[in-house]
């Protein structure tokens, strides 16, 4: 499967961004998607996940309450809503996604990635 990562952008504190990911190829249902993040300097970390729209999702605590997984399966795209944006949020946001019956919250474990979105919130 291919992702496209879409939707960054600069946006002031307390703002509020919604990033798309558009998988290209077939059973995109039968994938766990997943949003990572990579500030410079830094290791890449996980955001978010989610298993199947019906399954409850999965976030880092850094972003509980804030942020919203989702995902649409009528159109191969899950979404990253995030809410009451902070400067530590900003970096390049990357979806992925992975055959797997969990989402694991390791990036060594996701088998496809997307391009990068650049999220930068200034103060």
């Known amino acids: 499967v291919q992702l496209q990562a879409s939707g960054g952008g600069l946006v002031q504190a307390g703002g509020s961004l919604r990033l798309s990911c558009a998988a290209f190829?077939?059973?995109?249902?039968?994938?766990?998607m997943a949003w990572f993040r990579q500030a410079p300097g830094k290791e890449r970390e996980f955001v978010a996940s989610i298993v199947r729209a019906d399954f409850s999702p999965d976030y880092a605590d850094s972003v509980k309450g804030r942020f919203t997984i989702s995902r649409d399966n009528a159109k191969n795209t899950v979404y990253l809503r995030m809410n009451s944006l902070k400067p530590e949020d900003t970096a390049v946001y990357y979806c992925a996604a992975a055959i797997r019956s969990s989402a694991p919250s390791y990036p060594a474990l996701y088998d496809y990635w997307g391009q990068g979105t650049q999220v930068t919130v200034s103060s």
């Open positions: 190829g077939r059973a995109f249902s039968a994938y766990v």
